[in-house]
């Protein structure tokens, strides 16, 4: 269990605090010291604050200050009592509508809703003239009013809910439904539903206020705040504080209790609140931090050099990404190869400048060599620049091409965009090259996949589009982010042979590929070179076929002997899990998973060693792994 | 009782703890603005049988509705048409109670494992659910079997307190077979648990698996599209395609010897580490829709063998050799043991 007071709860204290100031100040207003609310001094009407009556009195010479305690206690009282009946009932049939669905969902949501039909002012009036003015009356006309809301937040959550898998889970366990239905879904449908109680709170008090305004609400003497701004608009133009007074009231208490629940919310979700994103205008310059650049031509087509990305945390920084270098020439393909968190992603990213805004490059350069043979530091290329490469020298293909595809727009106009978005002429012009990068990408019938839309592709051909729109503008340097890992395999086999089959053409002839996988066997099919990665650092480096018949680091000996493909009995598991990035073991990282690690491993961090031409390993031991 | 004589299954001499005939499962499915309603079928006719502590695995692509069988199987999603039998109960004639009571018996394991833990609730009282439902302890005593269960998946029973996002995707995978296992099921459904984990860790649940099925006589359905995971693991496999079963043999045979056309294309496609092979051309064109599948053999509009007579007739799974049977006309002709005509 958690302590109650860890910093997650602290943001809960100060709303919470005078939240709570004001629900007991309105609850002792009988023990306060107050002038009697509904006593006139009808020769005091309109006086000014004074030591006696600190807010000064109304136009029947009753003290302020004590109506609006005294007031606060019926709205309050009205608004929370509403809001909390509302809430119990509409969650309760949204809940079973949901989860039942069916008749039950007739029966419980689609008749709450009926309620909605009627404008809210006609309801409350007609309960009203049923049964006679007054705070019960009220309460009823509020609830019948906002359950219908409450139902269908519930009612839409539940839906959600009712497929996900720990709920599946539980009824498999063999749970009654009402056990799966206040175990397992209203605790996890709740945060809504807390942000739903708040907004009702605020908007039953708006509603008691403008019912008892119009006479309809809390009858006269007694005060409310709705009534005390009835009263005080009468008067405005002489005593303009009458009307300041219940309306800082009534919207300091609605602002104060929206920040609570909001605050709640985030406080029961066990996650924890995501770390707040500085908008790109306010950003400082992403590399303000880093070391003067260096534009001296690199060999090859790319050369990173020292990368080092940081991501920024609750808890200070942590550096995700550390030290990686690596080169890619012209014509090569160079596989990124990890698990997840080991950064493979965010390093591709980085020379994309895509990195995420709590992520911010804190060394290293990224040289690479455009179309036109000069020579820029990606890493403190301004914006614009930056724009201006991507899609045109540089450009990358995602792992989910459901998720790259714009669902509300033509295959076709999304591949012309990043034509036309380039200078490549006219759009009739651009057109047609799209008809041509279909054709090249193997679509059948380009022209007409032009002019559908992403949902009547496939998951396969959907690729197909983005790589088309990737390779639209003949890159330098294509990266390819888990191109197949969300397609089937007979699919991935088609997508590796196009992107083969691009590389070798003669018209994106010389481009590099940057492959990123965690999947060694694509990396076996596909690249030249093999970049293995472990904890946000290169452990090892080297030609693919050299690599995979003789690592020379363990991390990468072990992953190739756990995959399943070995004949073993006993898959060669490696033990333990991939450590987080904020709690590294000290010395080399993988050591707490290596089986011949030693004392040395667990002290000294190593470096990388040369251990054949072109191939490093990050491991004290290197040419004692097997 | 119906006439109609159910091709023999792979294993005639075990009697099988689960048994479907004819399963079919359809979504509703919905064209256009405007359209029609119409029915999409998951799953066009299955047979499947599990003998007891035997492994089946059912592999194929993504929508070739395995995942559907899994959920079908254990009455999670009712089927359409056709019936399942546990131990010879007919799950979906059983009344509400008895079938609550039988599914201690049976469990599912599933393929995220970032989705099927309550994210609110201590992993221990989750793991406990199950041993409380069916009443299998007091608290106490379950108390006591959670932390043997977290033991027994090689977690720190110190651990049943936490809750589920301190724990890494292996472990959590870890926690949900523990919890899979806290009714002491006979058979365990797990659907794809190792394709979201990562490479080091995938292995490590693989032997967990396989030690848990010897340990103890587990029958295991195990649902995924990683052929070498599923010849490790499995006694028998079933392919899939679009619905319906098209290849079933012993894994080892199966692998050895591929006789559908599909399942030697999807040999052919998964790549391999150990060389760069002159794969075979790459299957063309992908699986059809659901919605409007082909006439005949499904599989005829991706397949090098096709025959016109492939679209004529839906082509029935027959027997092809010892324990091993295919819905392939024309390889079916080539196979010496089987029964043709």
Request: with cysteine; aromatic share 4%.
């Amino acid at each position: 269990m958690k302590a109650l007071f860890s910093p997650r709860f602290n943001q809960l204290a100060l709303p919470g605090a005078l939240l709570a100031l004001i629900v007991l100040t309105v609850l002792a207003a009988p023990l306060l010291p107050l002038a009697d609310p509904v006593k006139q001094m009808v020769n005091q009407r309109l006086a000014a604050p004074s030591p006696g009556h600190l807010l000064g009195q109304d136009e029947y010479g009753r003290d302020v200050l004590s109506r609006i305690i005294w007031g606060g206690r019926v709205s309050l009282t009205v608004s929370f009592l509403a809001a909390f009946c509302a809430g119990v009932i509409g969650t309760l049939l949204g809940l079973v509508g949901g989860y039942f669905r069916g008749i039950v969902e007739l029966m419980s949501v689609r008749l709450a809703e009926v309620i909605l039909c009627f404008p809210p002012m006609l309801l409350a009036l007609l309960v009203v003239t049923l049964l006679g003015p007054g705070a019960v009356t009220l309460v009823l006309v509020l609830t019948i009013l906002f359950t219908p809301a409450y139902a269908r937040v519930a009612y839409a959550e539940t839906l959600s809910a009712r497929t996900l898998d720990y709920v599946t889970a539980q009824t498999a366990l063999g749970a009654t439904s009402s056990r799966v239905l206040f175990r397992t879904v209203l605790p996890n449908i709740a945060p809504p539903l807390l942000v739903q109680f708040s907004l009702t709170v605020a908007a039953a008090m708006m509603l008691e206020s403008g019912l008892s305004f119009l006479g309809l609400g809390v009858v006269p003497p007694s005060p409310s705040w709705g009534l005390m701004i009835r009263a005080a608009r009468s008067v405005m133009e002489q005593a303009p504080l009458l009307l300041l007074w219940p309306c800082l009231a009534l919207a300091g208490t609605v602002l104060l209790l929206n920040v609570f629940c909001d605050r709640l919310r985030d406080v029961l979700d066990p996650r924890g609140a995501a770390v707040g994103v500085i908008p790109a205008f306010l950003r400082k310059s992403r590399a303000a931090a880093l070391p003067q650049a260096t534009t001296e031509p690199a060999p090859g087509l790319v050369r990173i050099d020292n990368l080092t990305l940081s991501l920024k945390t609750p808890a200070g920084p942590i550096k995700v990404v550390r030290n990686v270098s690596f080169g890619i020439a012209p014509g090569e393909t160079v596989a990124l190869v990890g698990e997840s968190g080991s950064g493979k992603t965010l390093t591709a990213l980085a020379v994309m400048g895509l990195l995420p805004p709590v992520i911010t490059p804190v060394d290293g350069s990224i040289r690479f060599t455009r179309r036109d043979g000069t020579v820029s530091d990606l890493l403190q290329l301004p914006e614009a620049d930056m724009r201006r490469l991507r899609g045109n020298d540089l450009s990358i293909v995602f792992q989910d091409p459901s998720s790259s595809l714009n669902p509300v727009h033509r295959c076709g106009k999304q591949v012309a965009e990043a034509i036309l978005a380039h200078g490549g002429g006219s759009a009739r012009k651009a057109r047609d090259r799209v008809v041509e990068l279909f054709r090249r990408v193997g679509l059948p019938d380009p022209a007409r996949r032009a002019n559908a839309f992403p949902h009547e592709l496939s998951g396969g051909q959907k690729q197909r589009v983005m790589i088309a729109a990737a390779v639209a503008n003949t890159p330098r340097l294509l990266i390819a982010d888990e191109p197949t890992t969300a397609l089937d395999v007979t699919v991935q086999a088609q997508i590796l042979d196009l992107l083969a089959e691009l590389k070798s053409g003669a018209e994106t002839s010389g481009m590099g590929l940057l492959f990123v996988t965690h999947n060694l066997a694509v990396v076996r099919q596909i690249a030249d070179r093999v970049v293995v990665m472990y904890a946000g650092e290169i452990v090892e480096e080297g030609p693919v076929g050299e690599v995979f018949a003789h690592p020379r680091h363990p991390y990468t000996a072990a992953l190739l002997a756990s995959a399943p493909e070995s004949e073993a009995e006993e898959l060669a598991a490696i033990p333990g899990t991939v450590p987080s990035p904020a709690a590294l073991p000290p010395g080399c990282h993988f050591a707490p998973r290596c089986a011949l690690s030693t004392q040395a491993c667990a002290t000294a961090h190593p470096d990388a060693v040369e251990v054949g031409p072109g191939r490093t390993a990050r491991c004290i031991r290197p040419m004692e792994v097997a | 009782m119906n006439v109609h004589v159910s091709p023999p299954l792979a294993f005639p001499d075990r009697r099988p703890l689960l048994r479907a005939e004819g399963l079919k499962r359809g979504f509703k499915g919905r064209g256009g603005l405007l359209g029609r309603s119409h029915e999409v079928l998951a799953l066009r006719g299955v047979d499947f049988a599990l003998a007891r502590g035997e492994a089946v695995g059912v592999v194929g692509e993504s929508g070739c509705g395995k995942s559907t069988l899994a959920r079908v199987l254990l009455h999670l999603t009712p089927a359409t048409a056709g019936r399942v039998t546990f131990d010879g109960k007919d799950l979906g004639a059983l009344p509400k109670r008895e079938l609550r009571a039988l599914r201690r018996r049976m469990q599912l394991v599933f393929q995220d494992p970032f989705a099927s833990l309550d994210p609110r609730r201590p992993i221990g009282d989750q793991i406990a659910d199950g041993i409380l439902i069916h009443r299998l302890a007091t608290r106490e005593g379950a108390k006591e079997k959670v932390a043997a269960l977290l033991a027994q998946v090689g977690l720190d029973p110190a651990h049943a307190g936490r809750l589920p996002h301190e724990f890494s995707g292996g472990q959590r995978q870890r926690i949900a077979i523990a919890r899979a296992l806290s009714t002491d099921p006979d058979v365990l459904v797990a659907d794809e648990p190792v394709s979201a984990l990562d490479v080091s860790v995938q292995a490590q649940v693989v032997n967990l698996l396989k030690d848990l099925r010897s340990r103890l006589g587990l029958g295991l359905i195990f649902i995924s599209h990683d052929l070498h995971v599923v010849r490790h693991l499995c006694d028998r496999v079933v392919v899939m395609y679009l619905g319906r079963v098209v290849e079933e043999a012993p894994a080892a045979e199966l692998f050895a010897t591929p006789h559908h056309p599909y399942t030697q294309a999807l040999l052919a496609a998964t790549p391999s580490m150990h060389a760069v092979d002159d794969r075979r051309e790459p299957l063309k064109g992908e699986m059809p829709s659901p919605a409007n599948p082909p006439s005949g053999c499904a599989f005829r509009t991706r397949c090098p063998r096709a025959l016109p007579a492939c679209a004529e007739e839906l082509p029935e799974l027959l027997h092809a050799g010892p324990g091993r049977r295919l819905a392939c006309p024309p390889v079916l002709a080539e196979i010496p043991e089987a029964p043709h005509a």
